[in-house]
């Protein structure tokens, strides 16, 4: 499933999987069993883009723990980079992989930093069988930092 309409090169969608599965192989879930790992891609302060990655790291008090789209949003404020234009996201129980869709709290954590509806969302099972989505598209009508104003 990769003939979606969206302005990402086919090359970008490639690097960007193959970076959240090459990162997914650090994740720490003991618990669930479940490792995702997850490749922003990011505007660096020169206007070139970066590939910022993070994997889930859960926690023996589960709450605590994080999601691999957080680890890599979080990793990539702290670094100095907040323009996002798209995530890969692959994951999977145990060494399977399914598309894996971001939880609604990832959802409005991306959403502080990007446009919905100039954000790509790559959900992979490998670099040949993924699906894309805006932001937009998984969390409408949006709650965001404008809303402040
Ligand atoms: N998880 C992610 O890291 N990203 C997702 O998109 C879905 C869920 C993690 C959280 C937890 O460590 C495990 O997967 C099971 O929910």
New binding site residues.
């Given amino acids: 499933m990769s003939n979606q309409i969206h302005n990402i090169s086919e090359e970008l969608i490639k690097e960007l999987i193959k970076s959240a599965a090459s990162v997914r192989k650090n994740a720490y879930?003991p618990y669930?069993h479940?490792k995702?790992g997850?490749a922003l891609y990011a505007e660096n302060l020169d206007g070139g883009y970066e590939i910022i990655i993070g994997c889930?790291v859960?926690n023996a008090s589960y709450p605590a723990?994080n999601?691999?789209?957080r680890t890599a949003v979080f990793k990539a404020v702290s670094e100095g980079y907040n323009k996002f234009k798209a995530i890969a996201?692959v994951?999977g129980a145990d060494e399977k992989t399914d598309y894996?869709?971001?939880?609604g709290i990832?959802r409005q954590v991306l959403r502080e930093f990007v446009t919905p509806n100039d954000f790509y969302v790559i959900m992979a099972k490998n670099e040949n069988d993924y699906i894309i989505k805006t932001l937009d598209e998984l969390l409408p009508m949006s709650f965001g930092p404008d809303n402040l104003k």
């Fill in positions: 879930a669930s479940f995702v997850a889930n859960e723990g999601c691999a789209e996201i994951g894996t869709s971001p939880c990832c």
